[in-house]
């Protein structure tokens, strides 16, 4: 099949005659949540987003699946006990795709915190988790098994444990199991205006096809109930909604950039997460392990008003996390010239009234907030780790518009339900895979592996030089993951374009790309070489390095 028919196929559910029950703009893990909780309960759900699932924040988070140590320190044990719920949760229904992660926090004479405080928070942390995770080394023990961090009045390390995943798996997966409950998401689909009816209340919105530069087809789509689920824009569609102007409407959304750099394993060998404080601002940072590369983020800083364009790493965003990294650990000088990739997101965090300028960054709250204007139900704000919870909340306020009682829409699903479908795959292929990769697999693809081994030719179970990833991988996603764009592939599907050098666009790996992509999307050379340029000047200016 190649992409026009992929598309065709894609935008069929849109010739629906019939409004229906929830239509929900936004393609991250809020927007995926919510049509994984809605389909399974019965409601015709259509998803769509205006570029690529997951393009926006769900992909450019700092990966962390954490149950929020620092809403202990303020006092707000329920956030924390309900993140940590959703952590243990997701660790054992998608093993592989959320994994359990060691953090250390070194201490160092005169230095806050003192392990006596920082203890004090972790056995608390582990109450609430109702496992013992937490564990004190002292300084020679610590040492040993991490020589590289800096020992001038150094104490000892405090090591707690988290989760990490993929973020962008994590929303196709999500969207997967929506989907195999009877939902339709779409990407490069855009919402160019709400619909409403002579009350005034929304009733649907009209649909703008973004996949190709020339596209200017749109569709009137008509929904009982309209969620926005558009992060850090959500602001938009609520001032569509509520009818004000730029000039009257209240905005919520306080939009902070975090960014993030990538180094090699060679560069700087860590097996586990180091949690610290900048030695400039005192803000918490962090260098972790991630798909056999080395993490150093993240920044918090308030970001310009947002348009539709990617978001990028500044020069001075890339000196802080170097001078951070430098600073814990000794020896190493990491540089510039040392960083394979860099990316940038925003977080849409929740004002606290006024400008929200209040206060730093930082010290906002991670709480989501739910609002409901003319039948417009737009959430925002909160954490990766709890976008079930959020999902539900939402689900909520959806049934009072639907005028449903709480039992018109269980379908037999309850509170506790599980979001990852377990089911082992049939296909004989799986059996010669090593249990490492069998696991990983399992965690990321869920209901839809054994598609992907049908579809790989025999070659395809190699993994990708020096990645995680295995060929099938790429095939699958070009075949059956709405890929329309080559960042799609490298930048979500896979993180290749994240830890490889030179966006993974290297020789050795782009002629099998190329290939792949010519198989199963239909491309051209024509078309091959427009998607290149296009990538790369993408990933250059967004994905590496500003310019010094």
């Not at 952590?87 to 592989?96: C, D, F, T, V």
């Not at 059956?480 to 592939?489: C, I, R």
């Not at 020789?507 to 491309?523: A, M, N, Y």
Request: proline share 4%.
């Amino acid at each position: 099949m190649n992409q026009s028919k992929q598309r065709q196929q894609a935008l069929a559910p849109l010739t629906r005659s019939e409004p229906w029950d929830m239509l929900i703009i936004g393609g991250g893990i809020t927007g995926a949540g919510i049509a994984r909780e809605a389909a399974r309960r019965g409601l015709a759900v259509l998803l769509i987003e205006q570029k690529d699932f997951a393009w926006g924040t769900s992909s450019r988070s700092s990966k962390m699946v954490h149950g929020g140590l620092r809403y202990i320190a303020s006092g707000d044990y329920k956030t924390t006990l309900l993140s940590v719920r959703e952590r243990e949760r997701m660790l054992s229904e998608a093993s592989g795709l959320v994994n359990e992660m060691h953090y250390v926090m070194p201490h160092y004479k005169g230095k806050f915190p003192p392990p006596w405080i920082f203890n004090t928070l972790l056995r608390v942390y582990d109450g609430l988790a109702g496992k013992r995770y937490s564990k004190y080394f002292k300084k020679d023990a610590f040492l040993q098994l991490n020589p590289h961090i800096k020992q001038d009045k150094f104490l000892g390390a405090s090591q707690f444990s988290d989760a990490v995943t993929d973020d962008s798996r994590l929303v196709m997966r999500v969207l997967d199991e929506a989907t195999h409950d009877g939902a339709h998401a779409i990407n490069y689909l855009k919402a160019e205006s709400l619909i409403t009816n002579e009350q005034g209340l929304v009733v649907g919105a009209t649909l703008l096809d973004t996949s190709a530069e020339d596209s200017n087809h749109t569709y009137d789509v008509h929904a009982k109930v309209v969620v926005s689920a558009t992060g850090a824009w959500a602001d938009t569609l609520r001032m569509q909604a509520s009818k004000q102007t730029e000039q009257s409407f209240h905005k919520q959304i306080r939009p902070s950039r975090g960014s993030h750099l990538v180094v090699s394993q060679e560069r700087l060998p860590i097996k586990q997460a180091y949690t610290f404080l900048h030695p400039v601002d005192k803000r918490a940072v962090f260098v972790f392990p991630w798909e056999n590369r080395t993490v150093l983020g993240t920044t918090d800083l308030d970001h310009p008003p947002l348009d539709d364009n990617e978001v990028g790493i500044t020069n001075e965003e890339v000196d802080y996390l170097l001078a951070a990294t430098n600073n814990l650990f000794d020896n190493v000088d990491i540089s510039r010239k040392d960083v394979i990739s860099s990316w940038a997101g925003v977080r849409p965090l929740i004002s606290d009234g006024g400008d929200g300028k209040r206060v730093s960054p930082s010290k906002e709250k991670r709480d989501h907030s739910v609002w409901l204007d003319n039948n417009l139900v737009t959430v925002s704000g909160g954490k990766l780790t709890t976008f079930r919870l959020i999902a539900l909340d939402v689900l909520k306020v959806c049934q009072k518009v639907l005028e449903l009682d709480e039992s018109a829409t269980q379908n037999n699903v309850s509170y506790s339900s599980q979001v990852f479908s377990n089911q082992p795959p049939t296909n004989p292929k799986f059996s010669t895979l090593t249990p490492l990769l069998q696991q990983r697999l399992l965690g990321f693809y869920g209901l839809q592996l054994d598609a992907l081994l049908e579809l790989a030719h025999d070659n395809d179970l190699a993994y990708v030089t020096d990645s995680n990833t295995i060929w099938a991988e790429i095939r699958f996603a070009a075949h059956y993951e709405q890929v329309m764009h080559l960042d799609d592939l490298l930048l979500r599907r896979t993180r290749l374009g994240l830890i490889l050098p030179h966006g993974a666009m290297t020789p050795l790996i782009s002629v099998r790309l190329k290939q792949i992509c010519r198989q199963e999307l239909g491309w051209d050379e024509q078309k091959w070489q427009q998607e290149v340029e296009r990538y790369q000047a993408l990933w250059q200016r967004y994905y590496h390095l500003p310019a010094a």
